[in-house]
């Protein structure tokens, strides 16, 4: 029903920047709300950040506030995630994802019911 294409992953070292796109499709009217989580090798999916496409709004996890932002473009139905500051604790597979949730409550995997393949992003020392 919603279909989400994720892409901008890659190598970076610390301290630098990387941009992460998602393009929805599909019944996206259904869902109003996406989010960004991570994931790295033996922990749980961690939840960094979520917008609102009506108007914008959006909230961090403690772990990347100040250093992320999550951006929606209602023309291009896309969302970005902007990560600046890189370290070692950001590798993880970053997976965006769709919710009919109220947004500032969608903080929680099983909140959203679409999920894009996810994107690796490693940062290096």
């Known amino acids: 029903q919603v279909q989400l294409l994720e892409s901008g992953g890659g190598l970076v070292q610390t301290g630098g920047s990387l941009g992460l796109s998602c393009t929805a499709s599909?019944?996206?009217?259904?869902?109003?709300?996406m989010g960004w989580f991570r994931q790295a090798p033996g922990k749980e999916r961690e939840f960094v950040a979520v917008?609102?496409?009506?108007?914008?709004?959006?909230y961090y996890g403690d772990s990347v506030r100040g250093r992320f932002t999550i951006s929606r473009d209602n023309a291009k139905n896309t969302v970005y995630l902007q990560m600046n500051s890189l370290n070692a604790e950001d590798t993880a597979v970053y997976l965006c994802?769709?919710?009919?949730?109220?947004?500032?409550?969608?903080?929680?995997?099983?909140?959203?019911?679409?999920w894009g393949q996810g994107t690796q992003v490693t940062v290096s020392s």
């Open positions: 994802a769709a919710s009919s949730r109220y947004w500032r409550s969608a903080r929680r995997p099983e909140d959203y019911a679409y």
């Open positions: 599909g019944r996206t009217f259904s869902s109003d709300v």
């Open positions: 917008v609102r496409w009506s108007d914008g709004s959006t």
